[in-house]
């Protein structure tokens, strides 16, 4: 029977792995935004302002962030137009170094990185409903904490089960094909950045608080009310000094770097749209660019915003914004009372497109590792909608797994365990990214016949910058955030014994039985 035109179409719109390419520049770029934009340019403004002390150190901030996440993007478009397939960044760790460093990648983002972010975003989104709507909260218990020794718990309150319902909910819409997903991407990024873009335009045109402009930017360094930054282990007590903000060029320096773990995390995933290069139309050309026009257009709304709230906001009232949400209160500063329930209406749909991004995404990084016998092998196939369902499916419930799991703090009450394990592997984020642009330097001498579509800007020099700066964060983050990096490189090697068990495993089921010819 000859084929009908809608049936050719569908035959060529699919890969040769099975993938259907459908994610378009546009498409690819709303990936990157999408998956950037989630509630933390919403609240880590109070802390970065605690951390450096100075309306001129919570902007420098984020200009370090923008400049660093700009040319970390730029950078990786070289690698992306190379190996334009399903897994991103393990791609080109594996395709860099070895499978070994490819697989430490992708341990740390199934593990921590991608579902504890999801997981996250997902009370995030719960939380900020329950200002809709009081009943959803934390302490409306279906199952009470159950004690799981002195430090742990285990636990199902309302908030719990409507982060748990988000996630699957988003899962199983994301199994049904790479078109809805995108489709669910598109509207909910574009209505999440026109939301983060009415929050800018009303501040510097409608709210803007002649006091508290006079306040930040006739005092943009002074110091106030610096929280003191600590040597992050008492050997490292009497060899690194307690850092204050202001305390000179070197204090400056310690604080821009230690502020560094709100604003990157907050910019991070803009590597997303590598995962899923099997399902983009043109890779070559699309992953990069989207990478770069995402970023770039996230960077400039990030530190748009931070200047809006210093438009409207005394500097001590950013320093000490209720439960941190700085947006609500420069929103509630414009428009009264009203203001909190639409910042909670914003932050409700951002989250929300948040989180399918991030779930679209994250699975495409389990299938590759599938295919290269490191991961079960089941997640390597795809499903009749040519995504991969067993591996979306394996992401999302271990994510339940993360929101279920709490901590149990000293005073009695209760943390969230995917906290703690997201502030470890900042770290180790920050360590992959750094390999992963070394990799471009080791990549032009290994194969320097190589097809490359794209070239990193500003080679050798942007990714050489990017590289020392951001070692220099991360030495920054050994000498005083001690504690939780070393739990996060912790993390990284545990991947080292279970790579070589898989490994072991995979060899040995790959060898013939004896007696076979």
Same mark, same amino acid.
């Given at each position: ?5 809608? !049936? ?6 699919? !890969?040769?792995?099975? =993938? ?37 150190? %919570? ?11 700009? $040319? ?9 137009? @190379?190996?334009? $397939? ?65 430090? #742990?718990?285990?636990?199902? !309150?309302?908030?719990?089960? +409507? ?47 002649? *006091? ?7 005092? =943009?360094?002074?110091?106030?009310? *610096? ?31 230690? *502020? ?32 770069? &026009? ?15 709230? &210093? ?26 009372? +009203? ?21 679209? *995404?994250?699975?495409?990084?389990? #299938? ?7 991961? =079960?092998? $089941? ?12 591996? %979306?499916?394996?992401?999302? /419930? ?28 900042? =770290? ?56 939780? !990096? ?16 898989? $490994? ?5 089921? /790959?060898?013939?039985?004896?007696? @076979?010819?």
């Amino acid at each position: 029977m000859a084929d009908t035109p809608s !049936s050719t179409r569908a035959v060529q719109a699919k !890969s040769e792995a099975g =993938f259907v390419r459908a994610i378009g520049l546009f498409d690819g770029t709303m990936i990157v935004v999408g998956s950037m934009i989630g509630s933390g340019i919403y609240i880590v403004a109070a802390d970065i302002s605690r951390q450096t002390g100075s309306p001129g150190g %919570l902007l420098l901030t984020w200009v370090l962030t923008g400049l660093l996440t700009i $040319s970390a993007a730029l950078s990786y478009g070289e690698l992306a137009s @190379m190996f334009p $397939s399903a897994g991103g960044q393990y791609i080109y760790l594996r395709e860099a170094y070895s499978p070994l460093w490819g697989f430490l990648y992708g341990w740390t983002l199934f593990l921590v990185i991608q579902t504890g972010t999801i997981a996250a975003v997902a009370v995030g989104f719960a939380r900020f409903l329950g200002v809709l709507l009081p009943s959803i909260s934390a302490q409306s218990w279906v199952i009470p904490p159950l004690n799981l020794g002195s430090n #742990y718990a285990v636990s199902l !309150s309302v908030q719990q089960l +409507v982060a748990i319902v988000m996630v699957l909910f988003l899962t199983f819409l994301n199994t049904l094909g790479v078109r809805l997903g995108k489709l669910i991407q598109n509207i909910f990024t574009s209505a999440k950045t026109l939301a983060l873009l009415g929050l800018i335009t009303l501040a510097i045109f409608v709210g803007r608080n002649h *006091a508290a402009i006079a306040d930040n930017f006739s005092h =943009f360094w002074a110091i106030r009310d *610096a929280v003191p930054i600590e040597p992050g282990a008492n050997f490292l007590r009497g060899m690194v000094p307690t850092i204050f903000a202001g305390s000179g060029v070197f204090g400056l320096f310690v604080a821009l770097g230690v *502020a560094q773990v709100g604003s990157l995390f907050s910019s991070d995933a803009w590597n997303n749209i590598g995962f899923t290069a099997a399902e983009v139309k043109n890779p070559k050309r699309d992953v990069a660019l989207a990478m770069a &026009l995402g970023t770039i257009l996230v960077i400039t709304l990030y530190c748009l915003a931070n200047f809006a709230y &210093l438009l409207t906001l005394p500097f001590a009232h950013i320093q000490n914004a209720p439960d941190d949400r700085v947006a609500t209160a420069a929103l509630s500063a414009i428009l009264g009372p +009203v203001g909190a329930v639409l910042m909670a209406v914003a932050i409700i749909i951002s989250t929300f497109g948040c989180n399918n991004g991030l779930i679209l *995404a994250g699975s495409r990084v389990v #299938y590759a590792m599938a295919h290269d016998k490191l991961f =079960f092998r $089941s997640t390597g196939k795809l499903n009749k909608n040519g995504v991969p369902g067993t591996a %979306l499916l394996l992401q999302g /419930a271990w994510v339940v797994v993360l929101i279920l799991l709490r901590t149990r703090r000293p005073d009695g009450s209760y943390g969230n365990l995917y906290n703690d394990l997201l502030d470890y592997v900042v =770290f180790a984020v920050l360590l992959f990214y750094v390999l992963t642009i070394i990799g471009i330097f080791v990549l032009r001498s290994k194969r320097p016949g190589a097809e490359r579509p794209y070239r990193a800007f500003g080679y050798p020099f942007v990714p050489a910058l990017y590289v020392v700066v951001a070692s220099a964060i991360m030495l920054v983050l050994l000498l005083y955030r001690t504690q939780t !990096s070393g739990k996060g490189l912790a993390i990284v090697l545990i991947g080292l014994p279970v790579y070589w068990l898989w $490994s072991r495993y995979s060899a040995r089921a /790959a060898a013939p039985s004896p007696g @076979m010819n």
